[in-house]
């Protein structure tokens, strides 16, 4: 779950501007998926409902509508406020086809199968109190055992939109972490509230992903390497040193192998070669 306060102020800046808070929403994961992968154009798949344009009796009909399409943002020196009305409005103009076949878009893309058209997607779901009184009534007497969800792409986040506050779900491929893709995406939207609020032009591509902790980690975490050595030896003499004491332990270079003996040997051979030319 998201802090209350970073769902009020989302949710407010959304009223002001005149968008949906699923807009926002959309403009902070392809931050992500852009500041993850390098690019300031990303492309990436979301879910759309379905019912829009399905006609009427839509909302009585049985089976599902549910549909995935691609959508292309551009996380660039535009500043923030124009990147949300951009995507508002892509969001919008991709209702139009909201019942076209993946295939089509793939089609229409020019990216050549079997590549994906996106291998990230977002889910913006909304879980009102109002459907889970309902769901309790329909399933009055009934034990509930569990249930699991999967997807086939390597990287799905589901913002789960409760009416009055915002949760976060990740369903990722190993070894990525889904707290870290969740934290990315707190990050993000914190930053996008804060920039709506008090800089409303700053580059969007400015916004940063990296929550405290995960930068303290990658700058000062990862970057401990110093360790203590006998400084007074050379390093030819380290090294015969170790083999000594592992002469069957092993190097590996691309898909050679060799003991430390044997590389040792091998060195010799090569120092009394070279010492005949001197």
Known sequence: MLPQALNDRL?????????????????????????????????????LFGRMHAGAGADRALGLFINTLPVRLDLDGTGVEASVRTTHARLS?????????????????????PAPLFSALLNYRHNTPALACEADDLLSGMEWLGGEERTNYPLTLSVE?????LGLTAQVAEPVSADRVCGYMQQVLEQLAEALEHAPNRPVRELDILPAAERSYLLEDLNRTAAAYPSERCI?????QQVRRAPEASLVHEDERLSYGELNARANRLAHHLMRWV
């Open 11 to 47: 949710r407010q800046q959304a009223r002001r501007l005149g968008v949906s808070l699923a807009s926002l929403c959309h403009l902070a994961w392809g931050q992500v998926v852009a500041r993850a992968s390098g690019r300031e154009q990303v492309v990436f798949g979301t879910v």
């Open 93 to 113: 103009e991709l209702l139009a086809h909201e019942h076209a076949s993946l295939a089509l878009a793939q089609r229409c893309s020019g990216v050549a199968a």
């Open 161 to 165: 939109d409760f009416g009055e506050a």
């Open 236 to 240: 030819h003499e380290l090294f015969e």
